[in-house]
């Protein structure tokens, strides 16, 4: 199945899954969309994630994160940058999202990395996704 836009697939996935509260969510296995969930993991976004070799394509399955009282961690992940229009910010233009709520997932020369991560190792590039 072709999927023309894949980060949007993710985003749209996790964001469905949260809605009904679902406990896992399976996305189409793809590098990028790997490191991206990485992020989410370092972050505190999700609980955790494992990939499920399955033929013709692997799954990454992602286990969401709730609250004690039931409420996902993550509220919304937005799509930032598209494959018609894409966002790059230089380290200067790199702002906390949320005042520090939420995380920017950027792709940059040295990996995908969250915004605060970007303001660490002092490198720009282009934004993926929002996520609060």
Known sequence: ???????????????NAKMRNYP???IPHSKIKERIVEVLEK?????SWK????????????S???SEAGTSVIRMIKRI????????V??????PVLGGQGIAVVTTSKGVLSDRE????NTGGEVLCHVW
């Open 1 to 15: 199945m072709f999927i023309p836009d894949p980060i949007a697939d993710l985003c749209t996935r996790i964001r």
């Open 24 to 26: 896992q969510v399976s």
């Open 43 to 47: 972050e505190g976004f999700i609980e």
């Open 51 to 62: 990939i499920e070799k399955i033929e013709p394509q692997d799954k990454i399955v992602v």
């Open 64 to 66: 969401l994160k709730y």
């Open 81 to 88: 940058s598209k494959p018609g229009c894409r966002v790059h």
């Open 90 to 95: 230089g380290i200067s233009d790199i702002k």
């Open 118 to 121: 970007c303001r660490e190792q």
